[in-house]
């Protein structure tokens, strides 16, 4: 099946500053990438859509100036966990797909916010 | 949202036993996914189901939806310790945005 990575798979940061996550699928060109995010013992909760070339559209509740998404390429898309506290602390996994409806998951990226 | 209720919660297995894990739905599906999440890391890609009485087989897995479009099932055969994991369904409305379950986590008895 197509590959999605992420980067980096784990972070520790300190409040009130600014981690950057990226997205690549590696062997496909993705049209569409979503982001996840996944408290412990819970199931994956849908964040934001990134669309190319387009301004990301966000779930009801998040906030989008605290989570920047940027899908510069078809291959990459970027999420900016901006000025995180605590409580940001999660895990994140993106997805991504073209234009078929199958949907393919990066490995996620575990942010520890202190 | 497309609500999703898996059931059970959990289970365990002697290895070498077929196990069933359901999901149902409160609407109607445009597509059904499972996928396969070992505890602190992405989904492994199972199969997609977009047909009322579809049914797909890879390996040792096999996964269903009725003509309804509502419910699906996820059955493994002769289950072995690689199946264990944590076996979530996802639901699209037809905006390919994915709504999940709260996953059915799956422990294999040696």
């Known amino acids: 099946g197509a590959v999605v990575s992420q980067h980096p798979s784990r972070v520790i940061c300190k409040s009130g500053t600014s981690v950057k996550i990226e997205c690549r699928s590696l062997d496909f060109q993705a049209t569409t990438m979503f982001w996840y995010r996944q408290f412990p013992k819970q199931s994956l909760m849908l964040m934001a859509t990134s669309n190319e070339g387009s301004k990301a559209t966000y779930e009801q509740g998040v906030e989008k100036d605290k989570f920047l998404i940027n899908h510069a390429s078809l291959t990459l898309s970027t999420l900016t966990v901006t000025s995180a506290h605590p409580e940001d602390s999660s895990f994140y996994i993106c997805?991504?797909?073209?234009?078929?409806?199958?949907?393919?998951f990066g490995p996620g990226t575990r942010l520890t916010v202190l | 949202s497309q609500e999703l209720e898996q059931s059970p919660q959990s289970l365990i297995v002697q290895e070498g036993k077929n196990l069933t894990i359901n999901c149902t739905s409160s609407?109607?599906?445009?597509?059904l996914y499972w996928y396969k999440q070992k505890y602190g890391e992405g989904l492994i890609f199972l199969m997609m189901l977009q047909k009322g009485g579809e049914e797909k087989s890879h390996e040792k897995i096999t996964a269903k939806l009725d003509e309804k479009k509502q419910q699906s099932s996820l059955h493994i055969t002769a289950s072995q310790p690689s199946h264990a994991g944590i076996y979530l369904c996802g639901a699209d409305s037809n905006d390919y945005k994915l709504s999940f379950g709260a996953g059915t986590t799956v422990t294999v008895r040696a």
């Open positions: 609407k109607t599906l445009y597509g």
């Open positions: 997805s991504a797909r073209d234009a078929t409806p199958e949907q393919f």
